[in-house]
């Protein structure tokens, strides 16, 4: 079956760095778009970033615009998310979401999600 | 700054009908914004809706329907059952900033 699978999350100092995977299966990768979406503690939910199947173009949120990057390996069929310079703000639940329709705006699958928490 | 509005919390009867709207601060909501709806129950994964203003995806009940109404985004559930007390979200998209935004969600209370 179709199935996301996040992994990475932890507890990090401000201003430290870290790595979300997410590894898909039950479907061809290679063929969607893909989202990361967070939801801070208590609060809703919050869009982040976007890749195109092929990795050509990428679009962020502005909260985390120049400190985060979002890539892709189509070989692994997997999703990452690198997150740099990171702030007590960006404590959420980490989900990918696969991106199908046009222009992947229809998010149907998501994985369980990531915990990342900032603090010192 | 560009702000999706949705009615912070509904209650509704079982058996009857609601609709939740999904508004843009940038003005009309059209097919264009591609609207989503996502259901969230306590502890859970988002689930996914509609997609694109009323399409459903395999597994939505037949009981939600999505369409725009008055300039909104809206979805709406006749028919309501004690399940669908959760919280659910739209999602918009903004092809010119090639952007996603959320609104704030909806409590929606079966009482």
């Known amino acids: 079956q179709v199935q996301l699978v996040e992994s990475g999350g932890g507890v990090v100092q401000p201003g430290r760095s870290l790595r979300l995977s997410c590894a898909a299966s039950g479907f061809t990768f290679s063929n969607y778009g893909m989202h990361w979406v967070r939801q801070a503690p208590g609060k809703g939910l919050e869009w982040v970033a976007i890749?195109?199947?092929?990795?050509?173009?990428?679009y962020y949120a502005d909260s985390v615009k120049g400190r985060f990057t979002i890539s892709r390996d189509n070989s692994k069929n997997t999703l990452y998310l690198q997150m740099n310079s990171l702030r007590a703000e960006d404590t959420a639940a980490y989900y990918c979401?696969?991106?199908?329709?046009?222009?992947?705006?229809?998010?149907?699958?998501w994985g369980q999600g990531t915990t990342v928490t900032v603090s010192s | 700054q560009t702000v999706v509005t949705q009615e912070p919390s509904l209650t509704v009867s079982p058996g009857g009908t609601v609709t939740l709207t999904c508004a843009s601060s940038?003005?009309?909501?059209?097919?264009?914004?591609?609207p989503n709806w996502f259901q969230q129950k306590p502890g859970q994964t988002p689930r996914a809706l509609i997609y694109s203003t009323s399409n459903k995806h395999s597994w939505t009940p037949a009981r939600f329907s999505g369409s725009l109404l008055g300039g909104k985004a809206a979805l709406t559930l006749s028919g309501v059952q004690p399940e669908d007390e959760a919280e659910y979200y739209c999602l918009l998209y903004y092809g010119g900033a090639q952007n996603w935004l959320f609104g704030g969600g909806t409590k929606l209370t079966v009482l």
């Open positions: 940038t003005g009309a909501v059209t097919s264009g914004y591609y």
């Open positions: 979401a696969r991106g199908t329709a046009e222009r992947a705006t229809a998010l149907d699958v």
């Open positions: 890749i195109w199947y092929d990795g050509s173009n990428k």
